[in-house]
């Protein structure tokens, strides 16, 4: 008996990989897909182009950019997270988002295939923080959502208050 | 849950948290685990400590000696992981405990006292000494509403 050619099965594709940055701010290490990162900047490099913006209301935007004719605020996320006092240097300008975030310093590039959900347990808005938690060999590390720091209420508040009057640095 | 009427006789995981001892129902626990590290990270909810990592799944950590004792555990301690209910599906959730937990089987647990707070389904009565069966839906809800918020934007 002759049988027809099977049809050779299809290998399993591995799993994507996603690149990601790992950063650290207060020796906590957070991480952000690479792919959400459009630039990754010095705070000395950036000192010309950042306008001071001080509203109390706002401890974590102590800065804005302007960047192809929009204001981006540059949030200092080791307060926004209320971490402890660290002396961020990078400034990471995100894509398609309206800020920037102030880290201490660039840990690694990593690639990731799996990205664990955020347990249920957690109920706050850490839910809109982060992505899910990235399991690498040295640990847990969060995985930020790049969109969801801060929500459009922030945004038109920051706004208003920017429009209010920003002191040029 | 409904373990008083449903099933007298069920088994009992009992708790030390502290001096203090507690049982849960046997069919919610999964393991006691000692010796994982806890990763904390920015969040904020209430007495959610963080998580630990036991057979690659990513298990919360939460704090129930506080509401229970009104003191939290000592450093050195073990987890004891449980199933939680989440809508339509399990989940593993861990709580710290001080690391004794024994196995009991065919013992009856009788209805809680008027005075007890919810998150108490009733007692076991071992040896004169009235153990608190806990409700773990209802305690973790009562934790939830009881605590300070961790970190916090």
């Given amino acids: ?169 | 849950m409904n373990t008083i009427t449903e099933s007298p006789e069920a088994s009992y995981v009992l708790l030390r948290l502290g001096e203090q001892r507690f049982a849960v129902p046997a069919e919610a626990v999964e393991e006691l685990a000692g010796g994982s590290r806890l990763y904390k990270l920015p969040h904020t909810t209430p007495n959610v400590e963080g998580v630990i990592v036991r057979r690659k799944r990513v298990v919360a950590v939460r704090d129930i000696a506080n509401l229970l004792t009104g003191r939290p555990l000592r450093m050195h301690r073990f987890y004891l992981i449980v199933r939680r209910r989440y809508g339509s599906f399990d989940e593993p959730e861990a709580f710290p405990v001080t690391g004794d937990c024994e196995l009991l089987s065919g013992v009856i647990a009788v209805p809680r006292g008027e005075q007890q707070p919810e998150y108490i389904a009733g007692n076991i009565d071992l040896a004169g000494e009235q153990v608190p069966l806990l409700d773990l839906e209802k305690l973790a809800t009562a934790v939830d509403a009881a605590g300070p918020a961790g970190r916090a934007a």
Avoid: C
């Fill in chain 1, 1 to 169: 008996m002759i049988r027809a050619p099977q049809p050779k099965a299809k290998s399993a594709a591995p799993p994507r990989q996603e690149p990601v940055i790992v950063f650290v701010i207060a020796d906590t290490e957070l991480a952000i897909p690479a792919g959400a990162v459009h630039e990754i900047r010095s705070t000395d490099s950036l000192a010309g182009e950042a306008s001071v913006f001080d509203q109390p209301d706002f401890p974590w935007v102590r800065h804005t950019i302007e960047r192809s004719g929009a204001t981006q605020y540059v949030v200092s996320v080791g307060t926004f997270f209320g971490m402890p006092r660290s002396r961020p240097s990078l400034v990471l300008v995100l894509r398609g988002v309206r800020y920037a975030l102030l880290v201490d310093r660039i840990e690694r590039m990593d690639a990731l295939s799996t990205i664990y959900a955020l347990p249920s347990a957690f109920q706050g808005d850490e839910r809109r923080w982060y992505l899910g938690l990235a399991l690498f060999e040295e640990g847990v590390v969060p995985m930020l959502n790049p969109q969801g720091l801060l929500t459009r209420e922030h945004l038109e508040r920051l706004d208003a208050r920017h429009l209010a009057g920003a002191v040029p640095a």
